[in-house]
């Protein structure tokens, strides 16, 4: 008999205390993280003194994601690597957690499963296996094209470095991994691949399957592009004179991806995990542009652009009309008598300060709040939280803080969680009929340096001048 635990977190350092030959530990651990080498003799070192501590069985857990990450995520020497290190700790169990987008993760899942088989297996003759077996006449091109999705996520598990986690989780910025000139050779692989398939002598049920798995890739590859432009448009810092064509081009990309991304799980969410992209928490620099635009520019193309991007374009617009209504609550973050309720994911390394400028904190990940406002709403006002942070102050590297603002009522809730921006982050709302009060919750990953929170509630109708 065995009772089998999961070593994780707070708990995925192998015990200095002698364990119960009972316990079955499976130490979980995203080991795509073995494109660093540091993370390498991390886990080794860990797996080593695990099957020392006591234990007859010892087993390994790892992430292969997957649909809940925004861009192919595949380093096939990270996955032998970490595989063969798994045997060579005298480990049993292995399991993975995957929730495929096969387009992308297949040869992965195929390539893991035969090393589990046989750990001395020659890994570049399987993937030739696979490929060939996959894309037939354009298995030379598409081999081309993992190569440089592998050399993304080498180069971001050595950013990560020996601590890092299923980094890209749900994360936006997971589009970004892959540069611009990995995207570019992806892309040109892709155009040589259809090339030969479409060049090929005879036209036979093996090609005629191939062509379709290639098709899958292909528009998956569409829909990851398609994403990551909106993720660009989001994170560009406009002058004054590009404002509003940064909001058209914002307006444009997102809707193109939403589209798309509909249309792509129509024709292949069957065959694996819908895609689900548009869902992960993301920048609206809506609000803040608007804003800005409004203290110079002509209000009426403003709003013509408002009248194109319902709700979100129009609700940034009559709050940016509106952004000097009275504030109706604001929390300083750096005053001493401030109450903020702190969960701080488990660390030595958490620094919490409260200066001048506001509270820094510093930590794997952690949440500031529920902070409730004690006010009173109407259905229909619009409502203009507001968030200052100093992330050039904060000197931590990929930090990310994330605010979600939360209406309540009688056995509901309702809620919209926004990707902070670097100094100023405006989440616009407009308060539902059933709605009794509200919060605010700040979210972070690396750690936030929060200044000051306001809401502010303006009541419709809204001028149509400041």
Avoid at 15 to 35: M, Q
Avoid at 395 to 418: C, H, M, N, Y
Wanted: proline residues 6%; charged residues 20%; aromatic residues 10%.
């Amino acid at each position: 008999h065995a009772i089998g635990s999961l070593a994780y977190m707070q708990t995925l350092r192998a015990p200095t205390i002698k364990l119960r030959p009972e316990i079955f530990p499976w130490v979980c651990v995203d080991r795509i993280g073995y494109g660093s080498a540091e993370f390498i003799a991390q886990d080794r070192a860990n797996l080593a003194a695990w099957a020392k501590s006591g234990v007859k069985r010892l087993g390994v857990y790892d992430y292969l994601y997957g649909a809940d990450v925004a861009s192919p995520r595949v380093n096939f020497t990270a996955l032998v690597g970490s595989l063969r290190a798994t045997h060579t700790a005298g480990a049993t169990g292995w399991y993975a957690e995957a929730y495929p987008l096969w387009a992308f993760d297949a040869p992965k899942l195929w390539l893991a499963a035969k090393i589990l088989e046989d750990k001395h297996a020659d890994t570049n003759a399987l993937l030739n296996k696979w490929f060939a077996a996959a894309y037939g006449p354009a298995a030379g091109s598409m081999r081309e094209a993992y190569t440089h999705i592998e050399s993304g996520w080498r180069r971001d598990a050595q950013i990560g470095g020996k601590d890092a986690f299923l980094r890209h989780f749900r994360d936006e910025r997971g589009a970004l991994v892959l540069s611009d000139g990995e995207v570019a050779a992806i892309s040109a692989s892709l155009r040589s691949a259809q090339d030969a398939q479409i060049f090929a002598v005879r036209q036979t049920p093996s090609l005629r399957r191939q062509a379709w798995r290639l098709q899958q890739f292909a528009d998956t590859w569409e829909l990851y592009r398609s994403y990551r432009e909106a993720v660009q448009a989001r994170q560009v810092v406009p002058a004054f004179e590009a404002r509003l064509a940064a909001l058209r081009h914002l307006t444009a990309v997102e809707s193109a991806y939403a589209k798309k991304e509909s249309a792509f799980n129509r024709v292949w969410g069957a065959y694996g995990m819908p895609v689900r992209w548009s869902t992960f928490p993301a920048e609206n620099p809506r609000a803040q542009w608007s804003e800005r635009y409004l203290v110079e520019g002509d209000p009426a193309p403003l709003e013509a652009w408002a009248k194109t991007d319902v709700p979100n374009g129009w609700l940034a617009y009559r709050v940016a009309q509106q952004s000097e209504a009275p504030v109706a609550h604001r929390h300083d973050f750096s005053s001493p008598e401030a109450k903020d309720v702190l969960d701080l994911a488990p660390s030595a390394k958490n620094k919490v300060d409260r200066l001048g400028a506001g509270l820094r904190l510093i930590a794997p990940a952690g949440k500031v709040g529920p902070v409730v406002v004690p006010v009173a709403l109407r259905a229909g006002q619009l409502v203009r939280l507001q968030l200052w942070t100093w992330a050039e102050r904060l000197d931590v590297p990929e930090a990310q803080v994330q605010i979600t603002l939360r209406f309540k009522g009688p056995g509901r809730s309702s809620e919209i969680t926004q990707v902070c921006q670097a100094r100023q982050t405006v989440v616009p709302a407009m308060v539902p009929a059933w709605a009794t009060s509200l919060e605010y919750e700040i979210a972070f990953t690396g750690g936030a340096f929060i200044q000051e929170a306001t809401v502010q509630l303006i009541d419709l109708p809204a001028s149509p001048a400041r």
